[in-house]
């Protein structure tokens, strides 16, 4: 099997002293573990940030066994934020969620335009907001629409407008921006309130079903923005 293609580093770890085992995905063929050979090495270390994007050529003997990555550079998108923490933060975190709630080798040209999207969204002055609705949009490409609209109840409170979801077991006060998303938001409490919201969401519905744990990425990028 052989291929050429094009796609986002997702996540990279060492296999022996001189070479790596990448994930990445790919505009074609979904995501796609293989081996770099050489990967540890100046020249190519310095590609390898996560988020990336990467031309590459894959090459397997059999579907059974995985392959290798031939790269060279498309886009260096990591490095513009090297000195920015939060969004390189964001970069990590967002990478690693589509590492962790997709499958091998399924192909989703969603998903792989969704992340095209992201540096869209992280050079914009209202990130932290975009970011949350691209959070959103993922999970739904995924097939997992959080349907806040038509699970809130609008209550107006002392001349404020409330979004209130209840159920059995508990009611939660859901930010107005996530219903109402021509609301521009400012607020950094109000935007954490929506991240932690989904991060609820995300723990509770797709993690601890499938016995995942909580990704640290997404906790260390909430904390950079503390």
Request: proline fraction near 3%; hydrophobic fraction near 35%.
């Amino acid at each position: 099997m052989n291929w050429d293609d094009r796609g986002f580093l997702l996540s990279k770890n060492k296999y022996n002293e001189n070479s790596l085992i990448a994930e990445i995905y790919t505009k074609d063929h979904g995501k796609i573990s293989g081996i770099i050979f050489g990967g540890t090495s100046k020249k190519l270390k310095n590609y390898l940030q996560t988020g990336n994007k990467l031309f590459l050529n894959y090459n397997s003997k059999s579907d059974n066994r995985i392959g290798y990555f031939k790269i060279e550079i498309f886009k260096a998108h990591s490095p513009i934020y090297f000195d920015n923490p939060q969004k390189l933060n964001c970069i990590i975190s967002s990478m690693n969620l589509v590492k962790i709630l997709t499958a091998e080798s399924q192909t989703n040209i969603k998903i792989y335009n969704l992340i095209n999207e992201f540096y869209s969204i992280i050079s914009d002055d209202s990130w932290i907001q975009k970011y949350i609705y691209w959070e959103l949009e993922l999970l739904k490409v995924l097939g997992y629409d959080l349907e806040l609209s038509s699970k809130v109840n609008k209550q107006i409170i002392d001349n404020k407008t409330l979004y209130v979801a209840e159920s059995s077991t508990e009611k939660k006060i859901v930010p107005n921006f996530l219903i109402d998303k021509s609301e521009p938001v400012t607020d950094l409490k109000t935007l954490l309130k929506g991240l932690k919201l989904i991060g609820d969401y995300l723990e509770k519905t797709i993690l601890k079903p499938n016995n995942i744990n909580f990704p640290i990425s997404r906790s260390q990028f909430i904390s950079s923005l503390k």
